[in-house]
């Protein structure tokens, strides 16, 4: 029988207290203008901005960061994610011959900037195919979506990531931060799963709990933070093994000298291990689909050890 308004106070599922959205509309429905309710310290505390953003409260506002981005991911069936890191300097290939006749005009070391970013197009390509086969895929397993496309939400290597998955008809996950200049989420993000972030630290964190495969292609520091924070995790043991996808072999050993680092002694030889080297979006799922024993279609193989 269903409950009417004299019988609801006595069904033992009901929540006894009332809903802080439901306080809060009691809040605004009383006729109550006086000094003391138009003073800040009556307001609830949940809804009082100035309150919520004081040195003090820090702490909450980590817990909330936290919090959010766990509650959408789980409702939106995210089991792991495909995560790409990458610069947001590169320009997607169609932009580069504009780009190239630009620099005919500009200073010698200007010029060399410009052709170098655009020599590195081909991976905004990689980035977009890589992201785009795995979308494709559709891999669900107990009803949980996998490898759903991450990126940093903003533009370049980032953008290509949640294009390649918006193309292929799926969904795409971009974690954006607020910074000191603007940086927009890309128009490619799935808009409900569009987060954005003031703490890196809590970022980083949301980027790596559902990881199960990261790309790494040409990038600047932040790009560097997020692979080093990564391997670092992997090698002391903090985080299980993932495959760690470097993709431009020429560029990170040029800028990084990963066999140098080892024959200092600072690293184990077998921490390179950590690394897989890839140059195509096919290089990319072969590595994923080896590590977790997948068939190319993405369904779970027979047997890991053949």
Request: aromatic share 10%; proline share 5%.
């Amino acid at each position: 029988m269903a409950d009417s308004p004299e019988n609801e106070d006595h069904d033992l599922k009901d929540y006894k207290f009332y809903h802080a959205d439901m306080e809060a509309g009691f809040a605004d429905s009383l006729d109550n203008d006086t000094p003391q309710t138009r003073h800040p310290a009556y307001r609830l505390a949940f809804r009082d901005e100035d309150f919520l953003l004081r040195e003090e409260l820090r702490p909450v506002r980590f817990q909330l960061e936290l919090l959010k981005p766990t509650m959408v991911l789980d409702e939106a069936r995210v089991g792991s994610t495909l995560v790409m890191y990458g610069s947001a300097r590169i320009p997607p290939p169609e932009s580069t011959e504009a780009a190239l006749e630009q620099a005919e005009n500009l200073p010698d070391d200007e010029a060399l900037v410009v052709r170098n970013l655009a020599a590195k197009a081909k991976y905004y390509a990689e980035a977009y195919r890589l992201a785009r086969m795995v979308t494709e895929k559709s891999i669900v397993e107990d009803g949980q979506r996998q490898f759903v496309v991450t990126s940093g939400g903003g533009p370049s290597i980032m953008e290509a990531a949640n294009r390649g998955a918006s193309d292929a008809g799926g969904e795409s996950i971009g974690l954006n931060i607020i910074l000191p200049h603007e940086q927009a989420p890309n128009p490619y993000v799935t808009p409900y799963l569009s987060l954005n972030f003031h703490y890196f630290a809590l970022r980083k964190m949301h980027f790596l709990i559902r990881a199960r495969a990261v790309a790494v292609f040409p990038g600047g520091f932040g790009t560097f933070d997020e692979m080093f924070e990564l391997l670092t995790l992997i090698q002391t043991g903090k985080m299980k093994r993932i495959p760690v996808l470097l993709f431009g072999k020429d560029f990170w050993n040029r800028v990084v000298n990963f066999e140098a680092i080892a024959e200092e002694g600072t690293i184990s030889k077998k921490d390179l291990d950590l690394i897989t080297w890839c140059e195509t979006a096919e290089d990319g799922w072969e590595a994923i689909r080896e590590f977790y024993c997948l068939k190319d279609n993405g369904a779970a193989g027979m047997d890991c050890d053949a």
